[in-house]
């Protein structure tokens, strides 16, 4: 049940980034999920991740992109 409404929400989050709506709200909200999502895995499953630092590095790259595309708005 709950892989189920985390995947709802991820899918919810990102109609929202596609129809632009409040942008940096969105990013906000982007934000704050990727570093609590990644604080989890690190603090709960580092044993399960093939590298903490790469996924906080690709995260890192994904939210400057999203940041990037906010500012255009």
């Known amino acids: 049940m709950a892989t189920k409404t985390i995947g709802l929400l991820e899918l ?38 093939i590298s903490a630092i790469g996924m906080v590095a690709l995260n890192f790259g994904f939210l400057s992109l999203v940041w990037w595309w906010a500012s255009l708005g």
């Open 12 to 49: 919810l989050l990102g109609a929202w980034a596609i129809i632009g709506w409040h942008p940096v709200w969105c990013d906000l909200v982007q934000t704050a999920v990727i570093v609590a999502m990644n604080s989890l895995e690190i603090l709960l499953a580092r044993e399960l991740l």
